[in-house]
């Protein structure tokens, strides 16, 4: 025990080699022995004799023996805890109770061990009496101030860290408990602000209690009247409670907005930061909400059906009144703030560039007298507030609204780029950047061109804020150049557009700076590497040979970076220039996809050897990405000729699919897969055994991350289509798979996991579709008979189509894809009666028409030869 308090001390040791040994120890006994461990811990913790720094540092580690943000780990450490012995756990658990109201430390570290043991027994109905005991305890006379704050402490956690559906029963007296803490009436702050940050974490699962009149006029009193709390710390927690209950319980605000608009502008007054941003904070919130109002609204309307919910216009009769205290925050910064810093001054403007989504028009004249009264100020924060407002409000209103003085301001924005102050600058080229995406007409007039262009580069040159935002306003100009680019009539790009005299120049200085040495500073040398791709691929025809000097360049950069690599040598730190490799491998990407077929073959071998040398030498999962995909780019630019880099590239495919640890190098390997069937069809066969293996793998591994498995069940399809009846000694496996993963159910309640779903299902209706036409093969009138080997397969696949159809999550795509696989089906087998009355019921029939009106003319095209081909197979 002597050694454990010894090495606890060491966690918090300034002694980078006293903390590593003192946490390989605690990881090394927790694995050798871990009852004794949890048990020696949660004496550590409940001793109030022990060392405050030996009781907290005990509650940290028992916390950590149960709580990962890994779900996999998590999953672990209950499974780990489960092994206890009954009684082991009993006792952990009633010594860590014990140990609550009894710290001299804040926050608790027992509270966060109840809530760590919580996570894994509550969700298997194990120790029920908790929350009941946690309530009774923080609400009981008796109980000591401490042991109600704690155990206050504890009830928040528990509803942060658990699921919503195990604490449901018990929201009448976690409410309760947590209204008595922060009522008026409570004397002590300690508590009071425990119970503020309980309510925060437990407001999404209490909308039983939200619904109730009576229980939401008592919650919302209780909370207004501690937003005004003299204590910074309670009023804080208590605005975001505000802003919360905003975001989720919209509906029902409408007898509080009075008392809640007088308490957010008052908060947006304050001279606390803190204060001030909750306050702007409430009042983005209601700008989201009424933005999906509208949107929810316009989606109704267009699909002739009931709207649910009605938008209370709150922001839009705010207007007048809020934003004035918003500009005037604009101005409340300073000339040197940490970029990554939240700042009212940021709060603002993003608040200001919602209120412009949300009420369109009407925000426009609120805000331009306060430009164009201050934008030439003496005084360079009144300058730049301006130039934050006028850029905020670019979206939102109608073109002819915004339109006429933006063009009228543009020249006078175009000379603001020689600000003496930085922090200007760099929101002038933000705003020309908005300009550019919003009004491009103003950014591309004859007028300003030659001065705007000028204005860019010599800024390249400037701070490297400046210089992000300057590349940035680069990527937005090149692409509005190129979409206003007149095109003749049988060319898909054009010819040359109004950047072209300039662009080699402007190119090649974007490159340099994205060399400079300070380019790892405000993410200047990935904006500048993004510009870079921008302009390469929204490049007219008469700049082909800067495009071909850009794609020198960024190999030779590629070929420098590696041999630099190989001598031991790198750019910046490790983690900057693993992120170089990355966005030369992007570059090099889009400069392929411009570049001849002929041209690309010549550079092929070159190209082709610096990119398995970066396989080779970077173990690094994001640079072995994007060179899977600069890999992916050069199979499609070849074609058929890629054939002679096959066999050296293959060992490194195999690895790359069998990357479960990084899956995001896993899913790119298997784009290659897909890229190379499109490339080199039936060419591709001698190398299926291999690459369908590692895919059946990824498959049957539950290991694997979860979005890894779509993109296999898609590649069946492309592997099919590739080689045809060759297909058929995989099939058999192959549908069995898919019979499964069609069947596939997720919680309903968690949007990530329904778009997960339709991703997976989308992803089974391609695989099936690339397996039929595959075994079918191209001549309609000679059909494979490898094609019947999906036959017993037909009537689950009819059951899957009719489950997506009845689905209310469906997805547009998802409706193309069933109507895309009925087609195919009827094409290629001769149904029996069963299935040929499927096609004709009113779900199929349905699905069709709703593909039929689809906005999507893809979706349209599919429905429309699905329906034909189910008519001509009826007759």
Known sequence: MEELKRVLQGTVSPDQNELQAALKYLEDAATHNFPQFVDCLSSLLSNASEPSEVRQAAG????????????????????????????????????????????????????????????????????????QQLCEVASAPGSSETLKEASLEAIGYICQDLDHQFLTQHSAAILRTIMTGLAKEQPNNNIKFAAANAFLNSLEFIRGNFEKQDDRNFMMTVLCNATVCPEKRIKVASLQCCVKIMSLYYEYMGPYMQSLFNITVDAM?????????????????????????AIEAADATEMSQEIKSFSQYYAKNALQHIVPIVVDILTRQEEHDDEEDWTPHKAAGVCLMLLASCCGNDIVDHVLPFVKENIQKTDWKLRDASVMAFGSILEGPDPEKISPPVKEGIGLLIALMEDPNMTVRDSVAWTLT?????????????????????????????????????????????????????????????????????FPFIISKIIATGDRGDAHLSNLRSSAYEAVMDLVKNSPKDVYEAIGQTFEAILGKMVTILKMEEQGNQVGDYSQHNDFKSLLCATLQATLRKLTPEDVMKASKQCMEALLRMLTVSKVGGVQEDAFMAVGTMVECLGNNFMGYLEAFKPFLIQGLQNRAEYSVCISAIGVV???????????????????????????????????????????GDIALAIGKNFSKYAEIVLTTLVQASGAQVDKSDYDLVDYLNELREHCLEAYTGIIQGLKGEDDKNINPEVQIVTPQLFAIFQFIEVISQDPDRTDALVGACCGLLGDICTAFELPQNLKDALSSSVISELLSEGRRSKESKTRTLSVWASKTIRNMRR
Not at 71 to 92: D, M, P, T
Not at 481 to 496: H, I, L, R, W
Request: with cysteine; glycine share 4%; hydrophobic share 35%.
């Open 674 to 716: 897909g890229d190379l069937c499109r490339a080199v069809g039936a060419e591709i066969t001698p190398y299926c055994d291999e690459i369908m293996q590692s895919c059946l793998e990824n498959l049957a591994d539950n290991s694997v991350h979860r979005s890894v498995k779509p993109h296999v069940l898609s590649t069946f």
């Open 60 to 131: 940290i580690q028992l916390k950590n023996c149960l709580v990962a943000k890994s779900a996999s780990l998590k999953q672990g450490y209950h499974e780990r805890w489960f092994n206890l012995e009954e009684q082991i756990r009993n006792k952990v658990k009633a010594q860590v109770l014990q140990s609550l109201g009894t710290e001299t430390t804040k926050p608790s570290s027992a509270a966060s061990c109840v809530s760590g043991i919580a996570s894994a027994e509550l969700p298997l109905n194990l120790w029920p009496e908790l929350m």
């Open 434 to 502: 908005r300009i550019c995406e919003q009004i491009p007409e103003a950014a591309l007039n004859t007028n300003h061109i030659e001065n705007f262009l000028n204005a860019l580069i010599k800024n390249l040159d400037s701070e490297p804020r400046v210089a992000n935002n300057v590349c940035w306003a680069f990527s937005a100009l090149a692409d509005a150049a190129y979409d206003s680019a007149q095109c003749g009539d049988d060319e898909s790009e054009p010819k040359t557009y109004i950047l072209s005299s300039k």
């Open 269 to 293: 007054k304050s001279d606390d930061e803190d204060v001030v941003l909750q306050g702007v904070e409430f009042w983005s919130s209601v700008c989201d909400e009424e933005i999906d109002l």
